[in-house]
């Protein structure tokens, strides 16, 4: 249906809505609306996903299986690259990173593909084993809805970013049943700031995504915690605290590495076989890295930790459990990333959200047995591998509430508030001293797209240095007379002169202030040139250099205009600080009023 024709059909709702409601209670239905999508899309992509790798399973014979999966993954990756070449014309668009920064830079316009290019793309790479999460996808697909519903709406910007939030709340909160977690993830994750009353419609299209994911799906069936936590244990949540943010470092660094290494690996077909064929290889090594890896946690909640070496090379050496079990253990804990950033990065989607739950409660599991072995002091190991998941996922996404709660709600641990406070806090702080930026930030701070914690920052990477640049600067030659200066003087709407020879090159700057008492010297008039007379910039403002960095040069400075040399090393103008305070003030406007 035409756009215009849309619009038409939608002119009545808007006009009984300008009517019978206000912004507020209008806003509220709308996030209702968006609850419901943003549920029923995490539905069916988990339930989609469950029966699809059932179906999988029961179709290969048991004596066969190890082998059937670790051929699947590069089935699963080969359909998703098939897809996003055929269907998205090969722009997929992988990860919350994108959704940032469409809020971030782009009014919060998120695509209208992405109300389905992450459905399928992430069933097909997780149905065939692909080791990820599908939480990003999700989050995705309900910033998808909440932006394209405000769209056809026509809601303000403010509110489409608000209802971009919803949508991403209202999917984490589906798939976990979580719907404070939800909202919290998208406070700290995707939203920068919020006012307070943006906060109601976010917990309304939150728990109405969980209430129709209630309905049609149980969510994670994570074991309930009842038991509260003894003070002694105290020394040990910090321990794991420190060891969870060396983890979440480890995995933020490692996924970062290899989304270089497979950025500079040309050739899609090349990297579909080769990444495949690496995944397959892991998962057959490795079976717990296949696909989320869900059913290993709630194995490790279920107190069956043995059960993790089944259908494993290792397997042969059940004699040697314990040993035996620490080493898959380990092993699919530090591979689980590696495993994940192959998946997406041969052509898979998903995301690291899930892979970090997983890793984390290998972590915590790991840490609680290996206390446990050493006989120091009895500690219960399904506490320790849930806060592991909680400490993990704080620090590889920088959301230390959404750790607390997400563990929380999942599992019932209400009673374990303080060692998940513990934890998470403290994973947070360290992983934030090595790694400032989270995994789903990093590479846009690289970019120079700042989006939360300094909105300042943020305002100002969103100006355009090269927009800024004032070229109405009366230029002089090194060669020219004092007179011949003094003439331009008397012309000039500026008392700055680059001093510019005939190929452009900058030699140096004259300043009326300067030269005020050589200008009364009318004896020198021919003899004096503008050479003996300019000096030099205090610095100069290359095109690469941000508008941060050349504000805090002026301020350290002292200066209130420097030059811009272009790469081909020739002089292009002047920046002034007026300029960029000026353009600053109506970007801060125009974010207060959108």
């Not at 059909?9 to 019978?20: D, F």
Request: proline residues 4%; charged residues 15%.
């Amino acid at each position: 249906m035409p756009k215009n024709t849309i619009h038409r059909l939608l002119s009545p709702l808007l006009l009984w809505r300008l009517r019978h409601l206000n912004d507020r209670v209008y806003l509220i239905l709308v996030s209702v609306l968006v609850g419901v999508f943003a549920g029923l899309a995490a539905v069916i992509l988990k339930t989609s996903v469950h029966d699809a790798q059932h179906r999988l399973y029961a179709w290969v014979p048991e004596q066969y299986r190890v082998f059937a999966l670790s051929l699947y993954p590069i089935i699963g990756v080969a359909l998703t690259v098939l897809f996003t070449r055929y269907f998205l014309g090969g722009n997929l668009g992988r990860g919350i990173g994108p959704i940032i920064y469409n809020i971030a830079r782009q009014g919060s316009v998120v695509p209208r593909s992405k109300l389905y290019s992450q459905l399928v793309s992430s069933f097909l790479t997780v149905t065939f084993g692909g080791s990820a999460g599908l939480e990003a996808p999700i989050s995705v697909t309900g910033s998808a809805i909440g932006s394209n519903t405000a769209r056809v709406l026509r809601i303000g910007r403010r509110e489409r970013r608000l209802l971009t939030g919803c949508g991403a709340a209202a999917g984490v909160a589906a798939i976990f049943n979580s719907p404070i977690a939800g909202v919290l993830f998208a406070v700290e994750v995707i939203l920068s700031e919020l006012s307070a009353a943006f906060f109601v419609p976010l917990l309304i299209s939150s728990a109405t995504a969980t209430v129709v994911s209630k309905a049609l799906y149980a969510g994670q069936p994570f074991v309930l915690i009842t038991t509260s936590w003894p003070v002694d244990a105290v020394p040990f949540y910090l321990m794991l605290a420190g060891f969870t943010a060396l983890l979440s470092v480890y995995m933020i660094r490692v996924y970062f590495w290899a989304d270089k290494f497979f950025e500079r690996w040309h050739g899609t077909y090349r990297k579909v076989l080769v990444g495949g064929l690496s995944l397959g290889l892991l998962v057959f090594v490795f079976p717990p890295l296949y696909g989320e890896g869900y059913n290993i946690v709630q194995l490790l909640l279920g107190g069956h930790a043995e059960q993790l070496v089944d259908g494993s090379l290792f397997a042969v050496y059940r004699d040697d459990s314990v040993g035996l079990l620490l080493l898959v253990a380990v092993g699919s804990m530090l591979l689980k990333v590696i495993a994940t950033t192959i998946t997406i990065g041969s052509g898979g989607n998903g995301g690291m959200f899930g892979s970090s739950l997983f890793a984390g409660a290998l972590m915590g599991f790991i840490f609680a047995r290996l206390i446990n072995l050493s006989g120091i002091y009895p500690i219960s190991e399904v506490h320790f591998i849930v806060l592991g998941m909680a400490g993990t996922l704080a620090g590889v996404v920088h959301a230390p509430l959404t750790g607390i709660f997400l563990i929380a709600e999942i599992t019932g641990g209400y009673a374990l508030f303080v060692p998940l406070m513990v934890v998470t806090s403290g994973s947070y702080l360290i992983t934030r001293y090595f790694e400032p930026y989270s995994v789903y930030t990093r590479k846009l701070v690289q970019r120079g797209v700042y989006v939360h914690h300094d909105r300042d920052r943020g305002l100002l990477a969103q100006l355009d240095l090269h927009m800024l640049v004032q070229t109405d600067f009366m230029t002089v030659h090194p060669d020219d007379t004092l007179g011949e200066l003094v003439t331009a003087f008397r012309h000039a709407t500026r008392n700055l002169f680059p001093v510019v020879d005939e190929e452009g090159h900058l030699h140096g700057v004259i300043s009326l202030d300067t030269v005020r008492d050589a200008l009364f010297d009318d004896e020198h008039y021919n003899t004096t040139r503008v050479r003996d007379l300019m000096g030099e910039p205090p610095a100069t403002v290359r095109p690469d250099d941000t508008i941060q960095d050349t504000l805090r040069c002026m301020e350290e400075l002292g200066a209130w205009a420097l030059p811009v040399i272009g790469s081909d090393e020739r002089y292009q103008g002047f920046i002034l600080k007026s300029s960029i305070l000026a353009s600053y003030r109506r970007q801060l406007i125009r974010e207060s009023e959108s």
